[in-house]
């Protein structure tokens, strides 16, 4: 569930970072895109990226999955920033899954020493359709980890919290960005078109 004092943290980051833009944009993922959010711009604003770094802990804290043990989990490129910080604001052990380009035949998929039977939290900036974080937890599981959880900043709500769910991992988002639309909308940075767009480009879950 989405915590108002995140939605409104993030969205004065958003802000003043100028990490949202609105126009046309293609994802990763190759799908075109009314908005595009480049949370790597929060890394040069030290307060800002404090903030997003409070708001991953306070939501791993409340999930209590990492109670007793367990890893916090960067996933490439955009969420290991976020997680290193997260993780080490914890005392909690960080692992994180190389990129595909990384990885040569034979080498371990994830970084670090992640022990077998042992619970990691996937940590991300963004979900879109959640084929990245999917691919996260496959390579985590793959190396005899288990992962039943994932913390991301924003959920495009583009599918990815269902697919993760047929994968049985929750996701928890500080906010849904048609919660950020809304307040874009009513602040006047975006117009009722623009607004439209994002609402359009947004999967019923």
């Not at 307040?183 to 359009?200: T, Y």
């Amino acid at each position: 569930m989405t915590s108002k004092s995140h939605l409104d943290v993030l969205y004065k980051v958003l802000l003043k970072t100028e990490a949202l833009k609105t126009g046309v944009f293609r994802l990763s993922s190759g799908n075109l895109s009314p908005y595009y959010v480049n949370m790597r711009l929060t890394l040069s604003y030290p307060s800002a990226f404090s903030s997003l770094v409070g708001i991953y802990r306070q939501i791993i804290e409340s999930s209590n999955v990492l109670k007793n043990q367990g890893y916090v989990c960067g996933v490439p490129t955009s969420g290991l920033p976020f997680a290193s910080a997260a993780a080490y604001s914890l005392g909690k052990a960080l692992v994180y899954v190389k990129g595909a380009r990384e990885v040569h035949r034979g080498e371990r998929m994830v970084e670090g020493v992640l022990k077998a039977g042992s619970t990691a939290i996937l940590l991300d900036d963004v979900v879109g359709t959640g084929t990245t974080l999917a691919g996260a937890s496959e390579a985590v599981r793959r190396e005899g980890g288990m992962v039943t959880d994932a913390v991301v900043l924003l959920d495009r709500e583009e599918g990815g919290r269902s697919l993760l769910e047929s994968s049985g991992i929750e996701l928890h988002a500080a906010a849904r960005i048609t919660d950020i639309a809304q307040r874009l909308l009513d602040d006047g940075f975006i117009d009722e078109d623009s607004f439209k767009k994002v609402m359009a480009q947004t999967t019923p879950q």
